[in-house]
């Protein structure tokens, strides 16, 4: 009476059974029809059809992964952070003028067509109220008003962004005379960029 493999329950024969090519046949049915993970480098795609819908490719060379959806490749999981910048000294802006308080340059946004996600978050503003704005390179992607006074953390969505590299920036500009940002080393003004 042969013994199951753990996982795909692949029949294992003993050394008194007899050789069984239906057994045979069955493991191997059951190999084929494993999804798996296919790996490769990302210009080496496996070419596939609709017998491996729903199996994974992982990229070796970027670490992402893809899922065949029976005619092409979607990425079923996000890679997170993308990059982050901080600032550990206090920011002021007084003519009024959109200023960068903190960037990121070189946030790779990877093929697939999913969002990403900026949060800025910061622990108070002194002086006059504010503008905040973020920007994806020259593109303006939202601006607020902010009370000063307060700290605080602002999160929005680029459902525009396209696959490349980017520069985002945070940026603030007094809606009077003089407004000031608040920043140290235990509490710097933060950007994060997450692919969601």
Known sequence: MPNFSA???LKKPTPSDGFDTDTIAANWQLVDDFPGTWISAAASPPAWGIPHT???W???DTG?????????????????SIGSASR?????????TFTTVVQKTGAVVPAGGRRVMLVANWSNITGNNVE??????ATVL???????????SMTIIDAAVTTGTYTYAFQMRTTSTTSTMVAAATYPIQLEIIEI
């Open 58 to 60: 992982s990229q070796s």
């Open 54 to 56: 729903g199996m994974l």
């Open 64 to 80: 992402i992964v893809w899922l065949w959806n029976g005619t092409s490749f979607v990425r079923p999981y996000s890679v997170g």
């Open 132 to 137: 905040l704005r973020f920007l994806r390179g």
């Open 142 to 152: 939202h601006d607020w008003n902010w009370p000063t006074g307060s700290g605080g």
């Open 7 to 9: 996982r795909l329950r």
């Open 88 to 96: 550990t000294s206090n920011f002021t802006e007084a003519v009024g």
